[in-house]
């Protein structure tokens, strides 16, 4: 039965904290959110404060050209300072709680802040020269030239309070801060919420692997995270899953090498005992009985050997180009006598004549054997067996076919496991080994074999091998190879 992850029973108890992984993650997030939230704070600030005051400035220069509009008039009304009425211009400054300076073209002031005219020592209004900026504001000023008919006869100046559209850039300092509070709180929840589903398939799959190593064989991560973390999470059980294959695969070995052993070894003892203590004479058949089992103990060792050294070969291949076809006959004619001894017909069919491969000889020619020899174990007496070469453009292909019995259905899968031994395995006495070093020689050669049966029984194996690049493909562009002519293609020769 399989347990949950976190279950009491699975050695998973993963923890709600966030781990060193989760708060340094956390706090990397939350650098970046105050420093972002501050940068554009600061930006939101400056910017408002600049936009409103140049706001603020357009509106008092328009103020100060009304005002200057409205002098003019009065001066047109008058002819001159001394009887141009100001009320109106006063009024319109005062409406924009300005105070109000006019001046004459030579600077003199006409109008002060406190509405008096200044005159000269003899008496004209406007003659003498005014005390700039005195009963003014001290705040922000705006200044614009009284233009009557053309003609620049004075100027006008408004002074505001200091205090003056500080109102509004209150109102958005207000809002830029609030909004700053609450862009810093949601930028800390999603760094926290992003940490955790960051950091959780992490902390489980941790906490998984400590319990796959503390012997909890049934500890998985199950956990459906998108993108990496999935994959990671998704590697993780399926490493899981192997880890837990291999070992009940090796408990198998164990358990099926000492049954293998345990025969043979318990016939040679029974009878060694017996010829011992006298009970039974030391005749042929029976000394013969005795060294067929010691030849079984032995085989059994040897294929053990092989398997051990087939897991191996990746490490000690010797590569070199070499001859699919020839390689395929060599073995035919190698375990023709074992074929022809168990009564069977072969025939060998090769296309093309020559197939270069990329491989060790010796270990493709151990692999071919083990497979005529499975062939020879398991056909019966006049049966026939095809072996093919062939190939396509990326792969070369071995087919060893023959009319046998057949694999039933549902051990057609475990046929290359190590020590499977299916019902014509047991009847036929193999050791379950050498279709297993088949596979890991195969494999080793970066090739796949299968093994399929037809419905009316016959096995057809084929061992699959990558073929070398061509070499037209590392000519230049516009080179023409001419193909190989096979001539023994499609030449069926029998044995």
Known sequence: ????????????????????LGRRLFAAFAVVALASVALLTAAALFGTDRGLSSAHQADRQRTADRVAAAAADAYRAGGDWSTADLSAARSLAAGAGAVLTVRNADDGTISGPSGAESRDEHGVPGSGQGHHGQGMGSGPGANALVVVDGRTVGSVHLAFSAGSGTAGLSVAWGWVAAAAVGALALALGVSWFVTRRLT??????????????????????RIDAPGELGDLARAFDAMADDVGHAEQARHRLAADVAHE??????????????????????APDRLASLHDQALRLGRIVDDLGKLAEAESARLSLHLAEVDLTALAEAAVAERGAELR?????????????????????DRLHQALGNLLSNTARHCRPG???????????????????????????DELPHVFDRLWRGARARAGGGSGIGLAVVKELVTAHGGTVTAVCGPGGGTRMTLRLPRPAPQGSRLGPGSVTEPRVASRANTPRGI
């Open 1 to 20: 039965m399989t347990r949950e992850p976190g279950s009491p029973h699975s050695g998973v108890r993963p923890s709600g904290r966030l781990g060193p």
């Open 200 to 221: 959780a398939p992490v902390v489980r799959v941790a906490a998984t692997a400590r319990a796959l190593a503390a012997g909890d064989r049934s500890a998985r991560a």
């Open 261 to 282: 052993l345990r025969t043979p070894l318990a016939s040679l003892q029974a009878g060694l005992e017996e010829l011992r203590d006298g009970y039974t004479e030391p």
């Open 341 to 361: 001894t168990a009564g069977l017909t072969v025939h060998t069919v090769s296309s093309p004549a020559s197939l270069p491969v990329r491989a060790d000889a």
């Open 383 to 409: 049966d026939t067996v095809t072996v093919t070469t062939s190939a396509t453009p990326t792969e070369a292909l071995v087919e060893v076919a023959d009319t046998g019995p057949g694999i039933p259905a």
